[in-house]
């Protein structure tokens, strides 16, 4: 299925499906664990050149967060237990599974103490004075702003948008330049606003 909706969605002007099958996994930027790579603007930017960027991470022990200069953040929990985030001598928060998304600044020194096993994560970044962004789950019909990227959780889910029906399974993506679409179960939606 997944193949033919690629198939069926190519050229579409507001709707490019990224499937999960496709990615491809690569080292943390601090070589700490293991990303892949969802979206990014511009295509073919790298870590120090992307405008936004939305990536998946597994995260399997303790230990320090990448730093991202000039970068702000948010991070959602996909599956595991979750995680405690602590920031230096300043606060700590924790996120667990289908808790809403914690933003923070990209360059603090982020220490990642893991609440149970591994944990698979959501990430959404973007590039402090060129663009910024705010991560949630929605569900029903939403209305957009900005440019969005919407990532399936877990299961399946029906995505309509423009008069098509596109079917989402476990971490596939979609990223939209529409204004509105409908969605039958909670899924992330990252939107990207220039500033």
């Given at each position: 299925m997944r193949p033919r909706a690629s198939?069926?969605?190519?050229g579409h002007p507001v709707i490019r499906f990224l499937p999960a099958a496709d990615r491809i996994a690569r080292p943390w930027k601090?070589?700490?664990?293991?990303?892949?790579?969802v979206a990014s603007f511009p295509d073919?930017?790298?870590?120090?050149?992307?405008?936004?960027?939305?990536?998946?991470?597994?995260?399997a022990s303790d230990g320090p967060f990448s730093r991202f200069e000039g970068i702000d953040r948010s991070t959602a929990i996909l599956s595991g237990e979750g995680f405690r985030l602590a920031f230096g001598d300043g606060p700590v928060a924790d996120l667990r599974l289908d808790?809403?998304?914690?933003?923070?600044?990209g360059d603090l020194a982020t220490d990642c103490t893991l609440l149970g096993g591994p944990v698979l994560d959501l990430n959404v970044m973007t590039r402090r004075g060129v663009?910024?962004?705010r991560l949630r789950l929605v569900e029903g019909e939403c209305i957009v702003e900005g440019e969005a990227v919407l990532v399936c959780p877990r299961g399946s889910?029906?995505?309509s948008v423009e008069g098509?029906?596109?079917?989402?399974?476990?971490?596939?993506?979609?990223?939209?330049s529409a204004p509105?679409?409908?969605?039958?179960?909670p899924l992330w939606l990252a939107e990207l606003l220039r500033v």
């Open positions: 198939i069926e969605l190519a601090n070589g700490g664990g293991v990303t892949f790579d073919g930017s790298t870590l120090d050149t992307f405008a936004w960027r939305i990536s998946i991470a597994e995260v808790a809403p998304a914690f933003a923070y600044p663009y910024r962004h889910a029906t995505v098509a029906r596109i079917i989402l399974h476990e971490n596939d993506a979609l990223v939209l509105h679409f409908h969605c039958d179960v």
